[in-house]
């Protein structure tokens, strides 16, 4: 499986991000936030399920239920998913700050570049 917290590196990004929107705007960026604090929220229910679900994966692969390939396989998909919305809601965290009025251009280009990271996130 591949490394997770890499994997899931989108998350502190995003609840910088939303913490900064709520901070800087008006109804508008609040109501981008709460969007974005809420899909934080349902990324670490979703986090955390596929960490009990793991275990217990482990749990059938020692008693010979499952087969470690078939565990690793859905795993690594479910993993991947998780990390796909992670990286979405990020994208929409990041261009909700750009559009922010008050941000400097350097503030701008700094979340372009790690808009551009984002992309090798995962892979």
Avoid: H, Y
Avoid at 39 to 44: A, K, S
Avoid at 55 to 70: H, N, Y
Avoid at 73 to 88: F, H, N, V, Y
């Amino acid at each position: 499986m591949k490394n997770t917290q890499t994997r899931l590196i989108a998350f502190p990004v995003a609840a910088l991000l939303t913490i900064t929107l709520a901070a800087c705007g008006g109804n508008d960026e609040k109501q981008a936030a709460e969007k974005i604090q809420q899909q934080g929220v349902e990324l670490q229910q979703q986090g955390k399920q596929l960490q009990e679900d793991a275990q217990k994966a482990a749990e059938d692969v020692r008693s010979g239920k499952r087969s470690a390939e078939d565990v690793q396989k859905e795993l690594e998909q479910r993993a991947g998913e998780i990390t796909d919305k992670a990286k979405d809601a990020t994208n929409d965290a990041i261009d909700a700050a750009k559009e922010q009025g008050n941000l400097p251009d350097d503030a701008k280009k700094q979340l372009e570049d790690a808009q551009k990271q984002l992309q090798n996130v995962g892979k």
